[in-house]
């Protein structure tokens, strides 16, 4: 599953591409949905970052179908978790916001402390 994950997740077209057929196999699909509650959780936050921000429109295409299925799916699984990743896109959001702002503090008081031989380092 972590391969599986890896591929569709890609920038390289053809990997992500064949990965996301998968998802057209009925075997494939039928395991799936019999293990929803373990796949959806792990597979989401690829899928999501897949319709956010990959440059091909095949793989856009693809993804889109593998959302609408788990949506199909279990409709309640599927906004769970996309909460959750809202959450922690969140979280992530402000931690950076947060990494960036203690940088600055740290170089304002670099700055203030002064001497010839500092170097600003960004």
Known sequence: MAMLILCQSMTGVLVA?????LW??????????????????????????????????A????????RRMFLEMDSELFEECDQQYAEREARSHELSEQRELTW???????AEAGGEDMVMVS
């Open 17 to 21: 591409e064949r990965a996301l057929f």
């Open 24 to 57: 057209n196999n009925e075997h494939i699909v039928g395991l799936i949905a019999q293990n929803r509650q373990v796949v959806l959780p792990l597979i989401f936050e690829a899928l999501e970052k897949n319709m956010q921000g990959h440059w091909n429109q």
């Open 59 to 66: 793989v856009h295409g693809l993804t889109a179908n593998v």
């Open 104 to 110: 600055k503090r740290l170089e304002a008081v670099a």
